[in-house]
């Protein structure tokens, strides 16, 4: 097969004050930057994304892939119209481009929402579809955060979603992806799709531990020869659009098999509603437990920062949990990664081993910022610096060549915050090993994130206490004020 490949990612959390710019898409940062045609390949490869799966796959089977236009951008705000448009209008003229195509596979996300579409994803696939008709397979990999429309089930051919958070399958998924792509093509393919009532908090969508472990083992097993693919989207809850929550969907050859599966799963989710609480820590409930039980030698003791997660739509930059473990005097603490490039540009100047007074955290450009949050004002010493561009080396981001901007390690009686100047989600130890600091020789590690850390931090911690600090990516989704969410009843 000749199948063009692209891909646009954006997970939008509508309550979020910072919207993703067109300068987000472009610039690199985890992941690549904006990039088009024949660099595409190289800008992918060795990287934990569905991209760079999907190619592996189609060239181990012969195929020739037709690059066309990939970018993503941190989590954020809604997409500007001049964003959306924009690349959008890059895929489709890199399509029009092309001829004799066989498939077209993109690389979604999901949840995209932009400042004139709530569908971002789905509106994408009508257009692309409406370019190469409807008898050439449309293939698209989804985020396992997706909140999927009809729209989006309607104009692809098939989605296939990754099956992890943390997300460590994300080249797999590519991989899977491909592999669907060869089943579907040529053959009559059937859809069916549930979704639950109901929404699922982030930190309880983690598949490290039940239900979801056992709702996935459950999810691969359905899949057979008739049932192409089988997906279980927990949906991503911050978001104020029609279709937010979550969705099992599936793709085969025997409607009556497919939907019986498909109905498997949804009541298997439906009746572990309750297991899918919330629980979270207050910052007093954290400092409790902090001097309550010290963390044991080489297993610290983490707090996940979760709701200024920047991987959620948070800024990276709330100051609340840190003032309040300075002020205690906590000892032996690593934060990170805070957004601040003009504090990591005044350590710059600085230089190591000096001792300025320094505001750090509550930036948050022209956003408006979070209610109640303000710098801390302290006397740090520049431990360590670095550029930022560093690879990453956790299961999560494994193969990302971060570009982070200039990047500081600040102290402040024995607590230690890694400062960027880019946002980014503390999900890999290579991010605090680039500024010298080891994570495991800590006694408390706050990290701004919800999940995805487990994947690097996990087999290091002694426990794990989700705190619900101020922040834009609100962990009870019971607390946001939806005006158009549209979930069936029961």
């Keep these: 097969m000749r199948i063009a490949v692209g891909g646009f990612q954006h997970e939008t959390n509508t309550f979020a004050p910072q919207p993703a710019t067109l300068a987000d898409f472009i610039a690199p940062d985890a992941w690549p930057g904006l990039t088009r045609g024949p660099e595409l390949l190289d800008a992918v490869r060795g990287i934990n994304l569905p991209a760079a799966g999907f190619i592996d796959e189609a060239h181990a089977g012969g195929h020739t892939i037709v690059p066309l236009t990939w970018c993503s951008a941190t989590p954020s705000g ?39 579409i709530d569908d971002g994803d789905g509106e994408l696939l009508r257009r692309i579809r409406s370019l190469v008709g409807p008898e050439l397979p449309v293939i698209a990999s989804l985020d396992f955060h997706a909140n999927v429309s009809e729209q989006m089930l309607e104009q692809a051919s098939a989605l296939v979603a990754y099956r992890t958070y943390p997300h460590v399958d994300m080249a797999a998924t590519g991989e899977r992806a491909m592999r669907c792509l060869a089943r579907i093509r040529g053959n009559a393919v059937v859809r069916s799709m549930r979704q639950p009532p109901f929404l699922i908090p982030l930190t309880s969508q983690c598949t490290l531990i039940e239900p979801l472990a ?148 509550a930036f948050f450009g022209d956003s408006g910022g979070v209610a109640g949050e303000t710098p801390i004002r302290d006397r740090f010493t520049v431990a360590a610096l670095g550029d930022g561009r560093f690879v990453a080396t956790g299961p999560f981001y494994l193969g990302s060549r971060m570009e982070l901007g200039p990047m500081a390690l600040l102290r402040t009686g024995d607590v230690f915050i890694v400062v960027a100047s880019r946002k980014q989600q503390a999900a890999d130890q290579a991010m605090f090993r680039h500024l010298g600091a080891e994570p495991a020789e800590f006694s408390v590690l706050a990290l701004k994130s919800s999940v995805h850390f487990r994947a690097d931090f996990g087999p290091i911690a002694s426990r794990v206490l989700v705190v619900e600090a101020p922040g834009p990516n609100t962990a009870d989704p019971s607390k946001l004020p939806f005006t158009k969410i549209r979930r069936p009843h029961r």
């Design 78 to 116: 809604r997409v500007t119209r001049e964003a959306y448009e924009h690349v959008a209008q890059l895929l489709i003229d890199d399509l029009r481009a092309q001829r004799h195509l066989d498939a077209v596979y993109l690389d979604l996300h999901g949840a995209m929402v932009a400042e004139h």
């Design 214 to 361: 056992s709702i996935f083992e459950e999810v691969a097993r359905e899949e057979n020869p008739s049932a192409y693919s089988l997906n279980f989207t927990p949906g991503f809850p911050a978001a104020d659009v029609a279709e937010c929550g979550p969705s099992i969907f599936g793709y085969g050859s025997e409607p009556a098999r497919l939907a019986d599966a498909v109905e498997r799963i949804t009541e298997r989710v439906i009746q572990c509603e309750h297991e899918f609480a919330l629980e979270v820590f207050s910052i007093d409930d954290v400092l409790r437990e902090v001097s309550r039980a010290p963390a044991p030698r080489g297993r610290p003791l983490i707090l996940a920062d979760t709701q200024d997660n920047p991987g959620g739509g948070g800024t990276a930059s709330t100051t609340s949990l840190l003032k309040a473990l300075i002020e205690r005097r906590v000892s032996r603490v690593l934060a990170g990664v805070i957004c601040d490039p003009q504090a990591a540009g005044r350590a710059h100047e600085a230089g190591i081993g000096a001792t300025i007074e320094l505001e750090v955290g």
